[in-house]
């Protein structure tokens, strides 16, 4: 009976606490936070039962049981003799009722996160805040190994000290060394994405068995120098930085130069550009020193980045809060590891971002031109950059564009002819629907013969400076409702810098420097764990885009610190860093079962073995063309997109494009708004989120597709044609099969099973079908689609 009275008890406190999360909370933030948060006028803040039972000048705000003794209450209720709350907008009967509830029931408060055992500071941090972990220096002691095994290297590969002192504190036993044959294939898919030869898996076999270490080397340096490398990387960051080759605006506008930011990625992970200097040029590439024309426009283009910030609805044009918002989230989780739109409404409910923080970063990008791409309110863009510049170009075009804004009037009159057809009668003889949509059709195809003929000046999809200038706090993210101006400047857990009002720019340059500031603890921590995390299936932080309160704690500190010191020491450079990774004996385990550790660490955290990872869905394509000779190599250019002078897209008749191509998938055309099937199916990302991990799914679809699709049957086939052809007897073609696709050879029980199926198979349907089944089957097994 006592069991059943506490579960009873605690149902009801949950319930209570329920009641204040979904009714009381959002009401306190939407009403009083504003004034009664941080800022705390009259001395009280209402953001913790804590600080409304201790009250302000005017003491306690609540009496928990007791509404009508409740200050709170008498001055939303009207009761108080004095004091009106809000001053602004009375709340509402059915929202007073809310408090009345509330306060009668106790004034039932969820347990928060963490609790502040001292007062904040005058931007509302506390110490306990600002002594959270990420916002930390980086370890002395990782800093003083980093430097260590710089300067005097050792055959002890540092994480694996690292990775052992915790193994042993835990009584875990590593696992045995990979099979040479699955490192290879582990190595290769890990830096190129691709699967590895039958010849370049016998050489490094018979390498590694004469020398482990040495073939190892050889092969991390062979793979980081091909080109394929930045294919594949390239691809974890624009995972990141959601990129697609359209706008996302609700007519979905193609951006026929998005793929120069793209082939910037793939280049810059290439050429190793330090990270510190990649981070600088995609926020302010257009204002940093360059050396030479192509040096500079490289750096103009970087800023794409900036301008695949998504565009919403019908007028994104009237609309650039939401752009900037976009920005901002994806620039605090891709490279700080904070989800910094949280702080847009209302101060961040967790970690130290109030939000004047964030309009002292939204002034910095309201000071900042984005380039319009095109909508249904305003098909015509505006502000690209042009790489001969803004007045040499408007010289050059300005003849052809008298003669084009004619002709758009023009068109824009005969929409609106035609769309009237929609809102009230028209009864002119001779003229209805069919005749308006003619006139408005002969204009645009005049424009599209002018196109022909306008000078074909390259531009980049780019920002470029505004007019610089603070912003006002947005009231609850309305940019109608505005506040106090803001000082553009940093987050203030992360030095709080502020923008010099003797400098006349937006603010863009100074931010990158911020950001990308050895000192700042953050940005070399997120971009270790994230390589960390590619190459192991998890990061040393498991929720690699938010290093704040309500993200993983890192299962290896120490480690953390030590890859983020040694990436600044060595030039902030990528390929270093993998070197070190890919050359441990941590990486290189197997991944073999062991009772005792799973019974201890059941998920791997202490990596005790390796984590068997499912290809993704551009290495599953990448893999199958290339086995079946399809794939083409080289790297993609401009998609075939229509002139874009042409574009009049529309809500309801949105631009649609899909472009065959046998190119590596980082090439292919990424839309916003419809979905690639393929890589929907197999779990990519669409370009309209940040991802930073992306969860593999196991769902019937992908088993069907492999049956059933014509993609899979056609390239199954063609593997069968070439197998047919060039190895003439049944053990050859079986041992290039499971060598090709499997990265081993096949033992005598598969064999023999396989023969038999063959066999029966080719007499009852013919050598190429059974042969082209079974290559379909060996392509949908889990032996292929996953990684040892």
């Not at 899909?658 to 370009?687: C, E, H, M, V």
């Amino acid at each position: 009976m006592a069991s059943q009275a506490f579960a009873k008890e605690e149902t009801l406190a949950t319930e209570k606490e329920e009641f204040f999360e979904s009714r009381v909370r959002p009401l306190l933030a939407r009403k009083c936070y504003e004034c009664h948060r941080r800022k705390a006028e009259g001395g009280l803040r209402l953001d913790s039962l804590k600080d409304m039972l201790a009250g302000g000048t005017s003491g306690p705000a609540i009496v928990p049981g007791k509404p009508q003794q409740s200050l709170l209450w008498k001055v939303i209720a009207k009761q108080h003799s004095e004091i009106t709350m809000p001053p602004s907008e009375p709340l509402k009967e059915g929202e007073v009722r809310v408090f009345e509830k509330w306060i009668t029931e106790g004034a039932a408060w969820p347990k928060p996160i963490r609790l502040s055992s001292t007062g904040p500071d005058e931007y509302g941090i506390t110490d306990e805040e600002r002594k959270f972990w990420s916002f930390q220096p980086l370890s002395p002691a990782a800093i003083a190994n980093a430097t260590s095994v710089r300067n005097t290297p050792s055959s002890q590969n540092p994480i694996d000290t690292y990775i052992t002192e915790i193994q042993k504190k835990h009584g875990i036993p590593a696992a045995d060394p990979a099979e040479a044959q699955t490192l290879i294939r582990r190595i290769t898919y890990d830096l190129t994405g691709l699967p590895v030869k039958p010849h370049e898996s016998s050489e490094f076999v018979a390498d590694a068995s004469k020398d482990r270490r040495h073939a190892v080397e050889a092969l991390v340096n062979r793979l980081l120098s091909s080109p394929h490398y930045g294919e594949r990387w390239a691809q974890h960051w624009l995972d990141l930085v959601r990129y697609a080759d359209t706008a996302g605006d609700a007519a979905d506008f193609p951006i026929p130069e998005a793929y120069k930011y793209r082939n910037y990625v793939i280049d810059a992970f290439n050429a190793d550009k330090p990270y510190d200097q990649f981070i600088k040029e995609q926020i302010a590439g257009d204002l940093l020193q360059s050396n030479g024309e192509n040096n500079r426009w490289e750096r103009t283009i970087a800023t794409g980045y900036l301008t695949i910030s998504r565009r919403i609805g019908v007028s994104p044009q009237s609309q650039p809060h939401i752009t900037i918002e976009d920005t901002l989230d994806n620039l605090g989780k891709s490279f700080l590891g904070l989800s910094i739109g949280c702080a847009r409404c209302h101060d961040h409910k967790f970690d130290p971002i109030p939000t004047a923080d964030y309009y002292a970063l939204y002034g910095i990008f309201s000071s900042t031109t984005y380039p319009h791409a095109g909508a249904e309110h305003k098909p015509y863009r505006e502000n690209f950059v042009y790489r001969v510049g803004d007045k040499q170009a408007q010289e050059t075009l300005a003849v052809f564009h008298e003669e084009l804004n004619k002709l758009r009037k023009q068109e824009r009159v005969a929409f609106e002819r035609y769309r009237s057809f929609q809102t009230k009668p028209i009864n002119i003889p001779g003229y209805n629907r069919e005749t308006a949509w003619q006139e408005v059709q002969e204009l645009r195809n005049q424009i599209a013969i002018l196109a022909e003929d306008f000078p074909p000046l390259e531009t980049a999809y780019a920002v470029s400076e505004g007019d610089p200038g603070n912003a006002a706090i947005q009231k609850q993210g309305n940019p109608r409702s505005l506040g106090p101006m803001v000082q553009r400047g940093f987050l203030q857990v992360l030095g709080g810098h502020l923008l010099d009002d003797a400098i006349d720019q937006s603010g863009r340059l100074q931010l990158a420097d911020w950001i990308a500031d050895p000192d700042n603890p953050l940005t070399a921590r997120v971009i270790a764990n994230r390589i960390w995390h590619h190459h192991f299936g998890r990061g040393i932080v498991s929720s690699t885009s938010d290093f704040g309160a309500r993200g993983s704690s890192p299962s290896h500190p120490q480690l953390l610190d030590f890859l983020a010191a040694y990436l600044i020491q060595n030039d902030w450079s990528i390929k270093a860093l993998h070197r070190l990774i890919l050359t441990s004996d941590t990486y290189q385990r197997g991944n073999q079962h062991l009772s005792h550790n799973a019974e201890i660490d059941p998920d791997n955290i202490y990596l005790w073995r390796a984590n068997r990872r499912r290809l993704d869905a551009e290495q599953i394509r990448d893999s199958i063309l290339a086995i079946s000779g399809k794939l083409d190599l080289t790297p993609a250019h401009r998609h075939p997109l229509p002139h874009h002078l042409t574009y009049y897209f529309r809500q309801h008749e949105p631009y649609v494009g899909r472009f065959d191509s046998d190119k590596r998938t980082i090439y292919l055309f990424r839309q916003r708004i419809r979905k690639n099937i393929f890589l929907d199916t197999f779990d990519a990302p669409d370009g309209n989120l940040h991802v930073g991990v992306r969860r593999p799914t196991n769902t019937s679809l992908q088993s069907l597709y492999f049956m059933n699709s014509a993609f899979i049957q056609d390239e199954a086939n063609r593997i069968t044609s070439s197998l047919l052809e060039s190895h003439p007897d049944f053990s050859s073609r079986i041992e290039w099969c499971y060598q090709t696709l499997f990265g081993r050879k096949p033992n005598a029980e598969e064999l023999e099973k396989n023969h038999q199926l063959i066999s029966h198979a080719s007499t009852s349907s013919g050598e190429p079908t059974a042969w082209s089944s079974l290559i379909r089957a060996m392509l949908s097994s889990n032996e292929f689609l996953f990684v040892d």
